[in-house]
């Protein structure tokens, strides 16, 4: 489980996040907002990239607010896939091996699900978007983290080829059974991949029931700024 | 017309004032680059004799001051390099800190210091006074001090382009590499140096091309000696003392065509990386 507890984040002047709370189970939660909204902020507060002004990051029952990215057992699928250009599509996946983690056959299961068994070979620059998305995701679930953050994972793509990806996706988190935290700004990439639905608006977090609730909850919040 | 003749335009009288209020920039720029760049240039090629470059060829303090040229700059830039990694290192990580503070403000002083200044500073923090215990001059008037002076003025230039290397790199691929596991650290090594190619090459023959350069501080600390400390920049200055202008002319030209090579190198290596990318 991955719980946020009254977390709280500034950049001078402004208040990016005002005592965030949220618990997410093995379930994919999608974070919606504007953008600038703070979406970003929280999720690499809880990667431990950012310190949070305020506030604690559990995950399970362990308080992982004062550690480092690389104790704290997370998958972080950036908004570029971020691939390693020096290394190949399998190097990129193996890497976390170097640290002793993840192994050997729970990546080549993942090579084989998302498809990427001829691509092995390859330096990512030659790889189409879907691809390195593919492979930015594969490399974070090769880590075997406890919990995963994807932050808005397919926004450098084209619709019609997002729309292909996202079952392909939403299969692969949800055979893994962990806490999956997605943020989108994107009302349809939000109702095909999540499970439960947040709104973050002015700081805050809603809970509502679906994305499109979401999404009408962030329009008034940008009809009144 | 020099408009029309520089861009081969229609020689119509209309065309010719277009031209020339479009290009007026370019037409300002052409005869001073030409005046300042390119004919003091033709002034030393021109000059160029065959008995001097006989006699010069001949000189052994001639291509030992070559090699001590070589050497140095290439010792200096390697230094500079390893530095500028070190400094790559604070600005990604450690940018808030006190020593990331003191080593970016440094980084400028070099370039703004009389070279002379900075020969002398390396003199006195290195010199018989402190350093006597290394020898009759300390590290003065030594090859050695010869690398350290060409380093000084060279390691800013080397920070820079590292640094510049990393404004423009994906800073999202650190923030991944940790969450993989790796420290600060061991991301710098696997995941930022390898995608700093380009930028750590670049660093390195800038870093080479001003080693070979520099005179000042090279005279000031490790002085003129020749065979020993003396580099190509300081046997051009002898021989005009001397009065040997030819044998300085054909120094002089082997030092433009070596500064050619470089350029010529990074504008290579620079194709090469941009076709790869």
């Known amino acids: ?225 | 017309m020099l408009a029309g003749i520089l861009w081969n335009s229609p020689n119509t009288d209309g065309n010719r004032m277009n031209n020339f209020r479009k290009n007026i920039v370019a037409v300002l720029f052409t005869p001073l680059f030409l005046l300042l760049i390119v004919y003091p240039l033709i002034a030393l090629l021109v000059r160029l004799e065959w008995n001097g470059a006989v006699k010069t060829f001949a000189d052994t303090y001639f291509w030992l001051s070559v090699r001590n040229t070589l050497c140095a700059g290439l010792l200096a830039a390697l230094l500079s390099l390893v530095l500028a990694v070190g400094f790559g290192y604070c600005y990604l990580f450690l940018r808030h800190t006190l020593i990331y503070k003191v080593a970016n403000l440094m980084n400028d002083l070099p370039i703004a210091l009389p070279h002379t200044v900075a020969g002398l500073t390396l003199l006195l923090a290195f010199g018989r006074k402190t350093c006597g215990f290394l020898g009759e001059t300390g590290l003065a008037f030594t090859l050695l001090a010869v690398v350290l002076a060409m380093f000084f003025v060279s390691y800013p230039l080397a920070a820079r382009t590292v640094a510049s290397g990393m404004d423009k790199m994906e800073t999202e691929i650190i923030d991944v590499a940790r969450t993989l596991g790796d420290t600060p650290v061991k991301a710098y090594f696997r995941v930022v140096l390898p995608t700093l190619g380009e930028a750590l090459f670049s660093g390195f023959v800038l870093a080479f091309s001003r080693s070979l350069s520099e005179f000042a501080a090279v005279v000031m600390f490790g002085g003129n000696l020749p065979g020993s400390t003396q580099v190509l920049a300081s046997y051009v200055f002898t021989k005009v003392e001397e009065g040997e202008l030819e044998m300085a002319v054909t120094a002089s030209c082997f030092c433009v065509l070596l500064s050619l090579l470089i350029v010529a190198t990074l504008s290579l290596r620079r194709r090469v990386w941009n076709a790869k990318s």
Do not use: C
């Open chain 1, 1 to 225: 489980m991955l719980k946020v507890e009254k977390v709280g984040k500034s950049f001078h002047p402004r208040r990016v996040l005002r005592e965030v709370s949220l618990s997410v189970d093995s379930e994919i939660r999608v974070i919606m907002g504007l953008n600038g909204g703070g979406k970003s902020t929280l999720l690499k507060i809880i990667a431990g990239i950012w310190p949070a002004d305020s506030g604690n990051v559990y995950i399970g029952e362990k308080n992982v607010t004062g550690l480092s990215p690389e104790d704290r057992g997370i998958g972080y699928v950036p908004q570029h896939p971020a691939l390693f250009r020096h290394l190949s599509v399998q190097e990129n996946i193996y890497y976390a091996m170097k640290n002793g983690r993840g192994a050997v056959e729970d990546s080549n299961r993942l090579i084989a699900m998302l498809d990427l068994k001829d691509m092995l070979d390859k330096k990512p620059g030659v790889l189409s978007g879907g691809f390195q998305s593919r492979v930015s995701l594969a490399r974070a679930l090769a880590s075997r983290p406890k919990v995963m953050l994807l932050d808005e994972p397919l926004s450098d793509l084209d619709l019609a080829i997002k729309e292909n990806l996202l079952p392909e996706f939403k299969k692969v988190l949800k055979a893994l059974g962990m806490p999956v935290l997605y943020v989108t700004h994107d009302p349809r990439e939000a109702g095909l991949v999540g499970d439960s639905f947040s709104a973050l608006v002015q700081g805050e977090i809603r809970g509502i029931h679906s994305a499109e609730e979401a999404f009408d909850l962030i329009k008034a919040d940008y009809v009144s700024d």
